[in-house]
Nanobody, 122 residues
Framework: VQLVESGGGSVQAGGSLRLSCAAS????????LGWFRQAPGKGREGVSC????????DYLDSVKGRFTISSDNAKNTLYLQLNSLKPEDTAVYYC????????????????WGQGTQVTVSS
């Protein structure tokens, strides 16, 4: 299994980015697909998750209304649209998959990408 993130970058506050996670070696429909982030000196936190089995979507409270998760099962690609970005959104963003339901806990996830840096300046 391989997960490859892309789309990170540096933007000013209020800007937008679209992250992508291309997956190979697995069938999307069998997994829940998540985005996590890790800021310098902090732990990894769950940002959003989408369950391919039932369509359930979860968001971290601080990103609700600003971030949107989606997936294209035909392309085996997961997306995260980041709008109205804030400096506190600065972090390395990771995609991850789990062969069950969405979880807020990083240790539940089976496979991880290498991460993509998002930097938001004020």
């Amino acid at each position: 299994v391989q997960l490859v993130e892309s789309g990170g970058g540096s933007v000013q506050a209020g800007g937008s980015l679209r992250l992508s996670c291309a997956a190979s070696g697995l069938t999307f429909e069998d997994y829940a697909l998540g985005w996590f982030r890790q800021a310098p000196g902090k732990g990894r936190e769950g940002v959003s998750c989408i369950s391919s089995r039932d369509g359930r979507v979860d968001y971290l409270d601080s990103v609700k209304g600003r971030f949107t998760i989606s997936s294209d099962n035909a392309k085996n690609t997961l997306y995260l649209q980041l709008n109205s970005l804030k400096p506190e959104d600065t972090a390395v963003y990771y995609c991850a998959v789990v062969l069950s339901r969405c979880s807020d806990y990083a240790y539940d996830y089976d496979y991880w990408g290498q991460g993509t840096q998002v930097t938001v300046s004020s």
